[in-house]
């Protein structure tokens, strides 16, 4: 009953009627992981996928240098790692439990079976496929057209419009892992959080960020200003 009413939840679901929840359900393998826990390494066997319940999860790659670039962080209600599923590929990153993290695993060839009996998953699998494809497409764009102070203005912009539009709110992860999301280097981060509060664009106190100057923050994450 817990897991079928997790599931519920769950916009990978909507429109299952409570038998359908059950069979999803029926698969479900319950799993728990520590916060820095891997969940699956870069080149393993891609044997099934995941839905987040609580905590959160970091997938990311790693460089022939060491360092380390974060491509996304999933919360709960959100699927990761589809795509082997469909492919029978390898994961082609590694996965670890940023925080104490509670897990629904899905196994590759139980999924299949319950899409060949209820074709409405497929589509809400593509629909959730096809939001990954735009964010991952916004990541790109980023690292690769802005320069570093106009993906960090972009990024506060998006956690004040995920919070309401709110002026005021909670970094969600912590600004080592930011960097890394960012692709830069802590101490760079640092500094242009420092410019930001000079320039009276942002306020900072600990985690908390409070938006002074929308319009100006906008500017710099359109690149139509610079710091």
């Known amino acids: 009953m817990d897991i079928r009413k997790n599931l519920s ?30 969940i699956f390494a870069d080149g393993d066997d891609g044997i099934g996928f995941y839905i987040v319940i609580s905590g959160r999860v970091k997938v990311y790659k790693v460089s022939p240098d060491g360092k380390e670039q974060i491509m996304h962080i999933f919360g709960p209600g959100q699927p990761f790692a589809e795509v082997p599923v469909f492919e029978g590929s390898r994961y082609p990153a590694n996965a670890d439990a940023m925080e104490p993290s509670r897990l629904f695993f899905f196994p590759k060839k139980a999924f299949v079976e319950l899409i060949h009996a209820n074709p409405s998953l497929a589509m809400n699998m593509l629909a959730s496929l096809s939001q990954r494809l735009k964010q991952f497409s916004y990541l790109i764009e980023s690292l690769s057209l802005k320069e570093v102070p106009g993906r960090l203005a972009s990024y506060l912009l998006y956690l004040s419009d995920k919070n ?32 930001l509060s000079q320039k009276e664009l942002i306020s900072i106190n600990g985690p908390k960020i409070m938006i002074l100057d929308r319009t100006g923050l906008e500017y710099l994450a359109e690149g139509e200003s610079k710091l």
Do not use: C, H, W
């Not at 009627?17 to 319950?30: G, K, P, Y």
């Open 164 to 195: 309401g539009s709110i002026d005021e709110f909670d970094l969600d992860i912590a600004k080592s892992q930011l960097a890394s999301l960012l692709g830069t280097i802590p101490e760079t981060l640092s500094r242009i959080f420092t410019k």
């Open 9 to 38: 939840q769950v916009d990978l679901f909507n429109g299952l009627s409570l038998q359908q929840l059950d069979e999803v359900a029926s698969i479900v393998a319950d799993k728990k992981y520590k916060k820095g826990e891997l």
